[in-house]
């Protein structure tokens, strides 16, 4: 399902998405402080995409397709100054709305206090998560 991995900008707002077999993507961005490092290394049962390391106000992003059993799950291990947590970046049955409703673009800010839906159409926060272990 993987498409590819790479660094990336601020996800701009997109309308379409292909409602049948939508290409996914997932934007990881670091707000989590000047001067922290960032090491966040995203998998799925069949993907492991490995460790991408993050500076204050960088962006990640991968691509995929969910599969047909709406059982697509991607998390991501987060670490920085001695801390690990995780949170899901791509979750079928959790995640998929909000994601197909800004353009198939499922957009994160990692915070201090968690992970948050990013919504380019209003370019704020719409979800903060807490971290769990």
Excluded at 29 to 52: E, F, R
Excluded at 66 to 76: E, Q
Excluded at 100 to 129: A, I, M, R, S
């Amino acid at each position: 399902f993987l498409a590819h991995v790479q660094q990336a900008r601020e996800p701009a707002v997109s309308n379409s998405c292909d409602f049948f077999f939508p290409k996914m993507t997932v934007y990881i961005k670091h707000s989590m402080g000047d001067g922290v490092l960032v090491d966040v290394h995203c998998k799925s049962k069949d993907d492991d995409l490995g460790n991408q390391p993050l500076a204050q106000g960088q962006w990640y992003r991968f691509s995929f397709r969910p599969n047909l059993g709406d059982t697509t799950l991607f998390w991501c291990d987060v670490s920085w100054d001695g801390r690990r947590q995780v949170f899901d970046a791509y979750h079928q049955k959790t995640t998929y709305g909000k994601c197909h409703d800004v353009g198939c673009d499922c957009p994160w800010e990692l915070t201090p206090n968690g992970p948050c839906f990013y919504n380019p159409k209003t370019q704020k926060n719409d979800l903060c998560e807490g971290w769990r272990g």
